[in-house]
């Protein structure tokens, strides 16, 4: 899943929330709050990166992931309803239709630059759900031979011109993940996993209190 990257050369943060307060209509920021609740959750993250490697039906998700098919229904309706998913056909199954839904990343990036920039508390929001995954995934992580693994951690200080250089590479970097995705299992790939979560902090004061 694709969280989204931040423009270039943006002004500071205070005086977009200053701009926003002002001037965009309370049905934007509703719309922000409504998409970071769907996606803050397990599941529907889970669900998010099936659908990113293959258009699914409720009945194939919840094959997947050993949920009941009205759960999920229940959460490809909510992601559907937040715009983190999209339709992508129907088809026939026993007499009734089925459709089908995917993640498409340039969709997600797109909407996210109509609504603009949410706020740092719905922001933070997803960061206890992303959390929370990597503990899963790590729980079944698998190093076999001669395989490199990537981990990084960092709290630094840096020039924001780089910083931002840095972010919008392994911004660039996440969409090529995302749009090199297969369906589970599909012949010749391994399962992986990444996560991303890259923000600026506020200043620390002299004695290193927050």
Do not use: C
């Not at 002002?22 to 709050?33: L, Q």
């Amino acid at each position: 899943m694709s969280l989204g990257e931040g423009p270039r050369d943006q002004p500071p943060r205070t005086a977009r929330r200053a701009a926003t307060d002002r001037h965009e209509p309370p049905a934007a920021e509703t719309e922000r709050r409504t998409a970071l609740r769907a996606t803050a959750h397990p599941v529907r993250l889970q669900i998010m990166s099936l659908l990113t490697g293959a258009p699914l039906t409720a009945a194939e998700v919840a094959r997947e992931l050993g949920l009941t098919h009205a759960n999920a229904s229940y959460h490809l309706r909510t992601l559907l309803a937040a715009g983190m998913v999209v339709p992508a056909g129907e088809e026939r199954i026993r007499g009734g239709i089925a459709k089908r839904y995917r993640y498409d990343t340039a969709h997600d990036l797109a909407t996210q630059r109509a609504r603009g920039r949410s706020s740092d508390t719905a922001d933070r929001a997803i960061y206890p759900a992303l959390a929370n995954e990597l503990i899963r995934r790590s729980a079944q992580a698998h190093f076999p031979e001669n395989s490199t693994n990537l981990m990084a951690d960092a709290e630094v200080w840096i020039d924001p011109e780089i910083w931002r250089d840095i972010r919008d590479r392994i911004a660039e970097a996440a969409r090529d993940l995302h749009d090199a995705a297969r369906p589970p299992r599909t012949p010749g790939t391994v399962r992986t996993s990444t996560t991303v979560a890259m923000f600026e902090m506020a200043s620390a004061d002299p004695d290193g209190l927050s």
